[in-house]
């Protein structure tokens, strides 16, 4: 799956299956990094655009909500940021 997914699917994996993924924690937290690391990109995009909303490719865009609903802390941090910003493409 590290191979051929992309880093918001193996993040989501790992947030849906933490108890049995505990023995691969270190691509687990590499994951989340980059996830979390991608998401502040995305948001200081919409901040430089002001009022503008940013575009984003549905597939992608709907693989970041996937990891927004699985990961809590996630949700939590980024959930209202993401719907105020983003739309669809």
Do not use: H
């Amino acid at each position: 799956m590290k191979r051929e997914a992309s880093f918001w699917r193996l993040a989501r994996f790992c947030a849906e299956n933490e108890k049995e993924l505990q023995s691969r924690d270190e691509e687990c937290k590499a994951a989340f990094l980059s996830s979390e690391k991608q998401l502040q990109r995305i948001f200081q995009r919409q901040m430089d655009l002001s009022f503008a909303k940013l575009r984003i490719p549905k597939g992608e865009a709907e693989e970041i909500e996937s990891l927004l609903r699985a990961k809590t802390e996630f949700g939590i941090r980024y959930w209202e940021i993401w719907k105020q910003t983003v739309i669809f493409e």
